[in-house]
Every structure is written in C-alpha cells, then in structure tokens.
C-alpha cells in the first residue's frame, strides 16, 4: 500500500486525467454543438453535424460523472466549498446539459422547421453555455473562490453568481470556448464528408485557432501582472491530517508561475497549448484533418495541464480567507479511503478505457448526406 502522501499526489494526478479525458472526448461534443447553427444552414446539413457527435456523446460524459464522483470521494473539502458556494453556477451548467439529450431526442420528432430550428438552438445553447462556465469556473478558482472555514471546518461562501463573471474569468471562459470549438470544428472535418459543413467547419476552426493561441497568451500576462497567484508560508506535511486551517497561505501576485521556475520541465505543458494550437490552424488550413484534431487535442491537454501544474498543490484557495484555502495535502479523505478508492480505480478505468477505444473503433467513418437520408438509425 502507498503511504498517505503518495496516495494524495495519485489522486491529485487522477483527476487531472478525468479532467483532460472530459475536455478531450465531451469538449469536441460541446464544440459541435456550439457550432451547429453556424456551420450548418439548412435541415440535412444539420442532422450530418449532430449525427457526427450522436454515437458518442452519452459516453463522453462518463468523462464529467467519473470527475465529479473523484471529487466527491477523493477531496470531501473541495467537493462541499465548490458545489455549495458555485450551485447557481453548477444549476445553469445542468440546465443548459439537459438541453442537449432533450434537444437530440426531440428534434426529428416533427418535421416542422421552426420546431428544428428551436431544438438547433437549444442545443447550441448546450453546447456554449457549458464551455463558458467551465472556463469562467476555473478563472475563478485560479483567482481564488470568497469562502471561509470556521473552527468547526464548517464553510461559508460569501460571493454571488454575476460576481463570478469578473474580467479575468470572462477571459478563462472564452479561452475555454475557443479551445473547445476548434477541438469540435476539428472533429468536424474528419467526420463530416468534404462539403458546405466540411468548410465552413475549416472557417471557424481557422478563427479559434488563432483566438486560442490569442486569449492564452493574455491569460499568461494576466496572472503574471495581474497580481493573481497564492503562496503557502511555511512548511506542511504531506502526510498530515486533513484540517486546512493548519496551512499557512498568502496571496501574491505571479505566484501561480513558481511551479515552472522551479520545476523548468513543466513548460513544456503551456508550449503545447501553443504549439497544439499551431498544429490544428496548420492542419485545418492544408486539409490536414489528423494533423487538425491531434493538434486541438494536444492544445486542450497542454492547456487544462497548464492550469493544474501552475496551481499545485492548491485545488481551491480561498480569496477572502487564504488561510482556509484548500490542498493536496490538507482537503483529502482518510488513507484507508484514498487505497480502496486507487484499488477499484486500477480495475475499473482500463475497462471504460477499453471501452471508448472499441466504441469509437465501431463507429469511426464520416457522417454523408446519403447516411442521413437513408439510415433509419440516425437522428
């Protein structure tokens, strides 16, 4: 058995794979779906953009349920501060999920146009509004979330939902929506047949491409000058218990950029958010669609990785209390807990893994008109 400090650090890097599988496998669908009314200008070039996503998406999810679960089991701490402290937030990203089985299911149940059209948008709205709050979502843990712990460990969050909306957390959610919109304009041009759709996807996935490569950089110079960062004072004992309230922490700006000065291997992390997104504009604009989709990927994976190195080991510090912000090595459940849950992980995630390989191996091909007006399968 791994003794509790290692167990921690395994978790931690857990649900940075779970986070990175989310944005990899559902980030393309909510990209699709953010595209949908603009790629697609009439009925059946729109059935080819939802058919491209339609085999995969409900398994793409398992990606959000398996990080929401790892929170809930492996940082008790985290889960109670963040779920409670950003519910508006969480019931506007649910509302807006819910749209998208609702608006998949429905659509193609009548064939009035203006009944489709209102399912096109809905699931656009299901496709943006969800890239936009993860992104701002993260802007705000980066900038720290305005909660407190009382002597009992007991939580009290004092912000409001538009006070999540600040400007550096706007930026975070476009960076999040362009990031996620080139990875769903890249799977577009490998699974939709070469046509209007295949290049207006081009078009778009060119534009946030470039918007990426753009927000990103911004976003380095926010954090560097923009006086966002936390620093712990002192020592903390890795293997301690799990009382936040014994973590000395301040804030300082530019401190989220220590990790790379002193680990210097780790910016290789924001040089594949870059050099990803370099690669997918290149394999957009020369009709390069691997090079296109492995550049988004290699993009999102650089750029979500960036996020959670720079703020290693803190998951959510606090902006009102730093005192009370929340570590790897002070937020996590019990030993016991942290080993039973690696055991089951370690048996059951090559499984979906296999899974969504032989899944995606199954249905892999490119969506045709032909396929839309034929295959009784289809939505």
């Known amino acids: ?17 779970l986070l990175i599988g989310f944005a990899l496998t559902d980030g393309f669908d909510l990209g699709v779906a953010a595209l949908l ?5 009439n009925d059946p070039e729109r059935r080819m953009v939802i058919n491209a996503i339609g085999p995969t998406w409900e398994g793409n999810q398992v990606w959000f349920i398996l990080g929401g679960g790892a929170i809930f089991a492996a940082w008790p701490f985290v889960y109670a501060v ?32 203006a009944w489709r059209a ?7 709205v299901g496709g943006f509004v969800p890239a936009l709050v993860f992104g701002v979502a993260v802007g705000n843990v980066l900038l720290g979330a305005p909660f407190r712990l009382d002597g009992d460990l007991r939580s009290f969050y004092e912000g ?26 890249a799977w577009l041009t490998i699974k939709v047949e070469h046509g209007p759709v295949h290049d207006r996807a081009r078009a778009f996935g060119t534009v946030a491409a470039i918007a990426s490569i753009m927000l990103f950089a911004i976003g380095f110079v926010f954090v560097r000058w923009g006086g966002i960062g936390y620093r712990i004072v002192g020592t903390v ?115 979906v893994l296999a899974y969504t390989a032989w899944a995606y191996k199954v249905m892999f091909g490119r969506v045709t008109a032909e396929d839309v007006r034929t295959n009784p399968d289809f939505y």
């Open 118 to 124: 209102r399912w096109d948008w809905a699931l656009f």
């Open 1 to 17: 058995m791994f003794d509790y400090e290692i167990l921690r650090l395994i978790w931690w890097a857990l649900l940075g794979v």
């Open 82 to 113: 963040s779920f409670s402290g950003f519910y508006l937030a969480m019931f506007l990203v649910l509302a807006a999920l819910i749209l998208r089985p609702v608006g998949f299911k429905y659509r193609s149940k009548r064939p009035d146009p």
């Open 237 to 351: 004992d890795p293997a301690g218990p799990s009382n936040p309230l014994r973590t000395t922490v301040e804030q300082v700006g530019g401190a989220w950029l220590d990790n790379f000065a002193a680990h210097p291997w780790m910016m290789v992390l924001p040089v594949l958010g870059f050099v990803g997104a370099g690669l997918a504009l290149l394999g957009i604009r020369s009709g390069r669609e691997a090079l296109a989709f492995s550049g988004s990927s290699v993009s999102t994976v650089g750029i979500v990785a960036t996020v959670g190195c720079s703020m290693f080991p803190f998951i959510l510090p606090s902006s009102i209390d730093a005192h009370s912000s929340l570590l790897v090595w002070n937020a996590s459940s019990t030993h016991k807990t942290l080993g039973l849950m690696l055991f089951v992980t370690a048996v059951l995630l090559p499984i």
């Open 160 to 185: 409001s939902l538009l006070g999540l909306f600040t400007p550096f957390a706007l930026l975070c959610g476009l960076l999040s929506v362009t990031m996620l919109v080139l990875h769903g304009a």
């Open 37 to 41: 009314p603009f790629v697609a200008r």
